[in-house]
Nanobody, 121 residues
Framework: QVQLVESGGGLVQAGGSLRLSCAASGRTFSTYTMGWFRQAPGKEREFVGAISWRTGNPYYADSVKGRFTISRDNAKNTVYLQMNSLKPEDTAVYYC??????????????WGQGTQVTVSS
């Protein structure tokens, strides 16, 4: 069982930056791929990116590639989502998730409660 708690959301102007954090419980954090998803009002939840437990390499959706960076600190059981050059269309509730797969983009096993990110124009 893994419990996830996101933090760091808020209101930012277009072009600004935010860093989200996701703290995980448990002693096996390093064996989970950690993903970030988002859901905008009236839209389906979409994959943002993830960082593999096995390689430590992140991978991203095309919509955020070059602007967002995912990193993890296994000693702190925490994964981060650094968001730069934010756009109004990035406005959404952001969720972190954990999965035992190597490079999953869906079907994650555990989810956080989400944190709101609002980008004003």
């Amino acid at each position: 069982q893994v419990q996830l708690v996101e933090s760091g959301g808020g209101l930012v102007q277009a072009g600004g930056s935010l860093r989200l954090s996701c703290a995980a419980s448990g002693r096996t954090f390093s064996t989970y791929t950690m993903g970030w998803f988002r859901q905008a009002p009236g839209k389906e939840r979409e994959f943002v990116g993830a960082i593999s437990w096995r390689t430590g390499n992140p991978y991203y959706a095309d919509s955020v590639k070059g602007r967002f960076t995912i990193s993890r600190d296994n000693a702190k059981n925490t994964v981060y989502l650094q968001m730069n050059s934010l756009k109004p269309e990035d406005t959404a509730v952001y969720y972190c998730a954990a999965d035992r797969g190597l490079r999953p983009v869906d079907g994650y096993d555990y989810w956080g409660q989400g944190t709101q990110v609002t980008v004003s124009s």
